[in-house]
């Protein structure tokens, strides 16, 4: 990932178009979709917003979530 002069991540097409379900972003962090709405509600990842009742995960916080945080499955 690249940098602008703002200290702002340069947008790419990743960071731009990925998102995920609770139900996915449970799966690929290896936790209940509550921990993940847990993880949410306290601003450990982001949400998007969108309209409706759907919850959706922006890839960008889930990866540098993953990233952060020792992975708890084996």
């Known amino acids: 990932m690249t940098w602008t002069n703002n200290n702002q991540p340069e947008p790419n097409m990743d960071t ?3 998102i995920y379900t609770v139900d996915e972003a449970a799966r690929l962090l290896g ?3 509550q ?3 847990n993880y949410l509600a ?3 990842l982001r949400p998007v917003e969108v309209v409706g009742k759907a919850t959706l995960v922006d890839g960008t916080s889930l990866k540098q979530f ?3 945080v020792p992975c708890t499955t084996r």
């Open 66 to 68: 993953k990233e952060a």
């Open 35 to 37: 921990t993940i709405r």
């Open 31 to 33: 936790v209940s979709g």
């Open 16 to 18: 731009q178009t990925t």
């Open 42 to 44: 306290d601003g450990r």
